[in-house]
């Protein structure tokens, strides 16, 4: 089944300790994007990659780090965690681009303590 | 920069009403445009989408026809569900920019029976 998986689905952390979210594809796709979607913001974007080691920041990149050392997985990381990145978090891929149809992961929700 | 407006929700309809959820946008280009819908504890999925001026997106009932001219995408549905309360976002990207999409704030609707 072609989808976008994510781990954990929750978390709860403290401040400062670092912490990974993993994501992960199996449809081939080039383009990955990290989300984070909060109460009457929407969706804002964190992260993108248009391909292998090709990374690029979105609207909210402060405090994030992505790598994309394969194809298939796109890893956020949060060196320091603090309270205000306690949100929704959401992954997507698509084929090659943002214009195109953008598959979602279920979500991690993280709290932040 | 870009922007997406939505209308504001959250809107409740009783089941077989006529549905509109207002899209408006601002882009410096040539933007294709999407609604995505999320269900309860889901991520996104996408709707319709259109990637150019006077292209209508059409899906499950739903439309919205790309209007360049008021910068618009407006989501319609003759009559809905109980099935289609969910929420519902409004989002573009540019072909200038293969990386970027920026979402609305989403309007969440109801539909009672």
């Known amino acids: 089944e072609a989808q976008v998986t994510q781990n954990p689905r929750y978390l709860i952390t403290v401040t400062g300790k670092k912490l990974t979210v993993t994501c992960s594809q199996n449809m081939n796709h080039e383009y990955m994007s990290w989300y984070r979607q909060d109460p009457g913001l929407g969706l804002r974007q964190i992260y993108y990659s248009m391909n292998v080691e090709v990374t690029d920041k979105g609207d909210v990149p402060e405090g994030y780090k992505v790598s994309r050392k394969e194809k298939r997985n796109f890893p956020l990381i949060l060196e320091s965690p603090s309270p205000n990145q306690t949100s929704l978090y959401f992954c997507?891929?698509?084929?090659?681009?943002?214009?195109?149809?953008?598959?979602f992961g279920p979500g991690t929700r993280l709290l932040v303590l | 920069g870009n922007s997406v407006t939505q209308m504001e929700g959250p809107v409740t309809l009783s089941e077989e009403a006529f549905l509109t959820i207002n899209c408006t946008y601002t882009?410096?280009?040539?933007?294709?445009l999407f609604w995505y819908v999320q269900y309860p504890g889901e991520g996104l999925q996408l709707l319709l989408k259109?990637?150019?001026?006077?292209d209508k997106g059409s899906n499950k009932g739903f439309e919205a026809t790309y209007r360049k001219e008021t910068t618009s995408f407006h989501l319609e549905k003759g009559s809905v569900q109980v099935s289609d309360s969910a929420v519902y976002f409004c989002?573009?990207?540019?072909?200038?920019?293969?990386?970027?999409?920026?979402f609305g704030d989403g309007t969440t609707l109801t539909v009672k029976p």
């Open positions: 989002a573009l990207a540019l072909n200038t920019n293969a990386g970027k999409s920026t």
């Open positions: 259109a990637t150019k001026a006077d």
């Open positions: 997507a891929s698509s084929f090659e681009r943002a214009q195109e149809t953008q598959y």
């Open positions: 882009a410096t280009g040539y933007p294709s």
